[in-house]
């Protein structure tokens, strides 16, 4: 009986292990604290791979003296597995760390950077911005102060007006979030956003040919109970645009990385980082090194419209988020 009821904790025990996978098809993606778990899957490698290999190495020692373990042998290798499988998924994202090239004829340079309400500084944001030649930038916790400022000094050493558009819900620069469109993309107007925690803005082509512009921040999944309800109903908002439109572009902090159920499910949309082969790099937090931490920041684009030529995350200033860029030109 004891025997029987092992086998059914280390069956179940390992399940659980490999359920931590792809936790969006088992619908726990966005529950406690499973969604703040596999935001983190460098961390579910080393505590998969570390673990396994504890419980492996006595089992070593005991196969020696002829004992054997088969239950712990099997979770130990499918601890391993799992790890490795971890691993496998953000090398398979990119975990590449090249610069980017100069930007092709006809290509918008999109930038998206959580400055922290100026943790980033304007100096640093709008260097960040004319090294990568940015035509787009989509700034979270941004006021609309700091947003102006950025658009005048890059207007003054690109020799190009930037439109400003920005939404607030609160008095705090974390309730800010701003979008810079350079005039050389084309006129824009500000049009309705969606509703979320931290503001969002929406600039349309005012000759109605070009994409449209979406700068979002969703609220954090911080604590149970109404802030993850936040999350998830400004993370859907956020990501509604990309299952029900077309010809957009989809910019910011998201709170959320592609291993989220509202993430998997983008419509029209690809992204960027991932496309270009950097979806694997940590973009928060910024003080840990690039490939450990989760990957929330991204730009969304329609993927039948526009390709990804290439991307790049970039450390920008005291902001506790890196920079996502992204080079896009109209597919062929």
Not at 287 to 304: F, K, N, S, T
Request: glycine share 10%; with cysteine.
């Amino acid at each position: 009986m004891f025997k029987l009821l092992g086998w059914v904790l280390t069956l179940a025990l390992a399940a659980a292990a490999v359920a931590t996978l792809d936790p969006a098809r088992l619908g726990l993606s966005t529950v406690t604290p499973v969604a703040q778990a596999i935001a983190m899957r460098p961390y579910l490698v080393a505590g998969f791979v570390v673990g396994g290999a504890v419980v492996l190495l006595p089992i070593l020692v005991a196969a020696l003296v002829g004992r054997r373990w088969p239950r712990v042998t099997l979770l130990s290798v499918v601890m391993l597995a799992v790890g490795l499988g971890h691993a496998w998924v953000l090398y398979d994202r990119g975990l590449g760390d090249d610069p980017l090239p100069a930007a092709r004829d006809g290509a918008v340079t999109v930038l998206t950077l959580n400055t922290l309400g100026g943790g980033a500084s304007v100096e640093q944001v709008t260097a960040a911005a004319v090294d990568v030649g940015a035509d787009v930038l989509a700034l979270a916790e941004t006021s609309e102060s700091s947003a102006r400022a950025v658009a005048t000094v890059l207007t003054e050493r690109s020799g190009t007006q930037f439109q400003v558009f920005v939404e607030a819900t609160g008095p705090w620069d974390a309730s800010s979030t701003a979008l810079l469109i350079s005039a050389g993309v084309g006129e824009y107007a500000q049009a309705q956003a969606p509703e979320t925690a931290h503001g969002a803005v929406r600039a349309e082509p005012v000759s109605g040919e070009g994409p449209a512009f979406l700068s979002v921040h969703p609220r954090s999944p911080h604590a149970p109970g109404p802030a993850m309800d936040r999350w998830r109903a400004d993370l859907d908002a956020a990501t509604d645009p990309c299952r029900t439109e077309s010809d957009l572009i989809v910019a910011g902090d998201f709170n959320a990385t592609l291993d989220h159920a509202p993430m998997r499910d983008i419509g029209v949309c690809v992204d960027a980082a991932t496309e270009a082969g950097v979806g694997g790099v940590a973009t928060w937090p910024a003080h840990m090194p690039r490939l450990i931490g989760a990957q929330i920041d991204h730009v969304l684009l329609d993927g039948e419209r526009y390709v990804v030529d290439a991307a790049s995350v970039l450390d920008v200033g005291e902001s506790d988020h890196r920079a996502v860029v992204a080079q896009i030109s109209p597919a062929s």
